[in-house]
């Protein structure tokens, strides 16, 4: 039997892996802020302490720890998504070099944001574009922090994941309740492109990376074929039985961001970003067409 410690873990992305692990009979342990179940453990993800004892002797370690970035960019916003990265990220490596017995697999989130708007080329690990803002200096940052503490001992993986399509949480519930609504047209030009994997994928992607001790490095979790932002939301129509959307152009949607407490970057960016080594590797998606991705998860 294998043990996944994740950090970080109570969020949406972390309930996907716990539950997708716990079928498969792993033990799933989870570092967290705020313990509410026997298998949460306290951290404050700042400092070392008692905590570092459940590193000893696991197979996984998972890194997901990181605010939301689904707010304004204050400046005080701004600094807590920073130091939440890179301080649980730093203090993770330094706790493993004080293990006896390490993890043997030590995956580190990112996000494929890290990557610059692009409509016409399609984004893979290597050669690609990484930009230059905010959230792409962010990512750049936390893969560096990632890579910058040598732990020998232990195989090392950087996520760099699209957007998570799931039943739970994610970008779906906002997106089917303005569909709902009446307002699922296509958001500014509409022609973004949109780069996403189905949360079964995602923890189906994860596994393989663990189950596959050959590999190691950057890898981005998304469907080999992005859509776009138009097709997104038609096909979210469809599944949803709405037979019209209202359209939203990017002044109404900077407006809007400021209303609800978002910015406009999560919808209008096009994110071109394909997985090529995980397809490389011989990774079988079981959802890569956007209209099954969203009947299975809404019909279901």
Not at 11 to 23: A, N, Q
Not at 102 to 116: C, E, F, L
Not at 137 to 166: D, H, M
Request: glycine share 8%.
């Amino acid at each position: 039997m294998k043990t996944i410690l994740i950090a970080g873990g109570t969020g949406f992305l972390g309930k996907i892996l716990e539950d997708y692990f716990s079928k498969k009979e792993f033990t799933v342990k989870i570092l967290t802020r705020n313990p509410k179940k026997e298998n949460h453990i306290f951290w404050n993800a700042k400092d070392i302490g008692t905590w570092t004892r459940a590193l000893e002797k696991i197979d996984v370690l998972i890194n997901l720890t990181g605010k939301s970035v689904d707010c304004r960019y204050t400046k005080e916003n701004k600094k807590l998504i920073y130091d939440s990265r890179i301080d649980a990220t730093h203090l993770l490596g330094l706790a493993i070099n004080l293990c006896d017995n390490p993890p043997k697999v030590w995956i580190n989130s990112s996000t494929a944001t890290i990557y610059r708007h692009s409509l016409d080329k399609e984004m893979c690990e290597k050669n690609s574009e990484v930009g230059d803002d905010f959230s792409m200096n962010i990512a750049k940052a936390w893969e560096n922090t990632f890579n910058s503490i040598p732990n020998p001992k232990t195989r090392k993986i950087i996520l760099r994941t699209s957007i998570v399509l799931g039943k739970k949480g994610g970008a779906l519930i906002p997106l089917k309740n303005l569909t709902r609504f009446g307002l699922g047209g296509y958001q500014g030009s509409g022609n973004q492109k949109v780069s996403w994997i189905h949360e079964l994928d995602f923890a189906r992607s994860v596994d393989f990376l663990i189950e596959n001790k050959q590999l190691s490095g950057i890898f981005n979790l998304c469907v080999p074929k992005p859509t776009s932002n138009t097709n997104l939301m038609q096909a979210l129509r469809r599944a949803l039985g709405i037979p019209f959307g209202i359209n939203h152009s990017k002044l109404l949607l900077e407006i809007g961001a400021k209303i609800i407490g978002t910015e406009t970057e999560l919808i209008l960016k096009s994110r071109n970003v394909i997985p090529k080594k995980l397809l490389e590797n011989g990774f079988n998606f079981k959802y890569t067409n956007i209209e099954n991705a969203l009947l299975n998860l809404i019909k279901n």
